[in-house]
């Protein structure tokens, strides 16, 4: 069952998809639930993609369409009258539909629920595949976002990276995980970091200050430990999560 904003929104995609022949910005979407923000927006949208009522269309930035709409909404699926058919009569069809549909018992959704189920996650950044000869913020997709649980995070400011390659994997780091990085330039010894050298090669790795240099260690045998001067690297951020897909 939709929460009330994710109903709302779904309803106003479909009517802006009608009657503009394209999908409304994030911007519009907001003004139109009379949110503060568009990271709630992006929730509903995730939400939305996850129960199988729009679809992201690829390469394109914004666009989505609407794959079905509620039941209440969809096209009655036999004639008025027919037999086993709900009590209530024959929903309205989709097209021409009017905002009040929107004004329903929604009872099954409690609105303490749905604060509690949002707050719960927050949406980070996705900056993309972190890989050698990339700086991190060339990375960043500003369409791109991933949920996260609250409680993996702390205070500060958070983003997130798909990880590349095998190089940390005795860390129980694999290839194609989705990484959480705590921005900040100050970590402690021994920390598994984003590290930029020379300020075009973004690595992850653990970082160790051995003397006057900076060691950044793979946790893979087959790879070796680079040792650089401290003028050399910036730490870009700090592991702190880990999201796996199976």
Request: aromatic fraction near 6%.
């Amino acid at each position: 069952m939709l929460t009330r904003k994710q109903h709302e929104l779904l309803l106003f995609i479909h009517r802006h998809l009608g009657e503009q022949g394209v999908s409304p910005s994030f911007d519009e979407m907001k003004d139109a639930l009379g949110l503060k923000s568009k990271s709630g927006i992006h929730r509903l949208i995730t939400a939305l993609v996850e129960r199988g009522f729009i679809h992201r269309l690829p390469h394109r930035a914004r666009a989505v369409e609407v794959l079905r709409l509620p039941e209440d909404l969809a096209p009655a699926a036999a004639p008025a009258g027919a037999t086993g058919g709900a009590t209530g009569g024959a929903p309205p069809s989709i097209p021409g539909f009017a905002p009040r549909v929107i004004e329903g018992d929604f009872s099954g959704a409690l609105p303490g629920a749905r604060a509690a189920a949002e707050s719960d996650a927050l949406q980070l950044p996705l900056y993309g595949r972190i890989a050698a000869g990339t700086p991190i913020e060339a990375l960043r997709d500003y369409d791109n976002f991933v949920d996260v649980p609250v409680s993996m995070l702390g205070s500060g400011e958070h983003y997130a990276l798909e990880v590349d390659g095998d190089s940390m994997i005795d860390a129980g780091i694999y290839e194609g995980d989705t990484i959480i990085i705590e921005r900040t330039d100050t970590v402690e010894n021994g920390a598994i970091v984003v590290a930029l050298i020379d300020n075009e090669e973004a690595t992850l790795k653990r970082v160790r200050r051995k003397g006057g240099a900076i060691a950044l260690e793979p946790a893979n045998s087959s790879y070796e430990t680079r040792i650089f001067p401290p003028e050399r690297v910036k730490i870009q951020g700090r592991l702190v999560g880990l999201l796996r897909s199976y």
